[in-house]
């Protein structure tokens, strides 16, 4: 059991019958009223995301989820495969059930496939990736007025803001919890 007021970005907990991420938890005492916590959590299973506000004191059912190792295979137009390098078992999960990770996806990337019980409901990537600018405009030269970003295209896809400097065909560090360009890599 946990204390509503104890809840941090990436807790489980189960209220009802349904399994929860806490997205964000915000604390909240005003004047004479009782405390409570806002908290935005995503359903494990429905994948909708609810808005909620509880009392800071209530108690709610703490759940542990179980991550198991496993590599991207492939896309078949609806799902997305991922074996277990181990057992070969294959596992099936949607484009709702990846949501960001989505952006970084390559194949024989390692991820962890994150169970609640026996079901698989999401995938977690590394905090850090190294992926190569596919496409970017090339940089003003003498535009140094602060930190300067421009768009760069990855080569999964995914868009993100560069520093000016930046060229097409580097690779660069990202880090995937803010899809924040972290530093240039040299390869």
Request: proline letters at 4%; zero cysteines.
């Amino acid at each position: 059991m946990k204390i509503a007021q104890e809840l941090r970005q990436g807790s489980t907990i189960k209220i009802g019958n349904d399994p929860f991420v806490v997205l964000r938890a915000e604390y909240n005492k005003s004047g004479r009223n009782a405390a409570v916590v806002k908290l935005k959590m995503k359903n494990l299973l429905a994948g909708n995301i609810v808005d909620t506000v509880v009392k800071a004191d209530e108690k709610m059912d703490d759940i542990r989820l179980e991550k198991v190792k496993a590599v991207y295979s492939y896309h078949d137009g609806t799902s997305y495969v991922f074996s277990n390098p181990e057992t070969w078992d294959q596992v099936e999960l949607s484009e709702e059930d990846l949501g960001d990770a989505l952006n970084y996806l390559e194949e024989e990337m390692e991820v962890e496939v994150v169970y609640y019980e026996t079901t698989p409901v999401a995938v977690e990537i590394p905090t850090f990736v190294e992926r190569q600018i596919e496409y970017t405009e090339p940089g003003l030269r003498g535009d140094t007025s602060g930190k300067v970003l421009k768009p760069a295209r990855l080569n999964t896809g995914f868009e993100i803001q560069v520093p000016i400097f930046v060229e097409q065909g580097e690779w660069i560090k990202i880090d995937t919890r803010t899809n924040e360009y972290v530093e240039r890599i040299k390869k």
